[in-house]
């Protein structure tokens, strides 16, 4: 996989994630857990794209 799909791949999951957390956030009853794993999951592809786009310049 090149690394400008790879990035593509990264930024498709980190929008899902971002549409994961607002739906999880607007919930009634929020999950206060899942919640916090799935920012944790966002930010950790956050730091890779930060990474990988470090490196691509």
Do not use: C, F, N
């Amino acid at each position: 996989m090149s690394l400008t799909s790879h990035l593509s791949e990264l930024r498709k999951k980190h929008e899902v994630l971002s549409q994961q957390v607002e739906a999880e956030a607007r919930s009634p009853g929020v999950d206060s857990l899942a919640l916090s794993q799935l920012k944790k999951r966002k930010l950790a592809i956050k730091q890779e794209i930060e990474k990988l786009s470090a490196t691509a310049h």
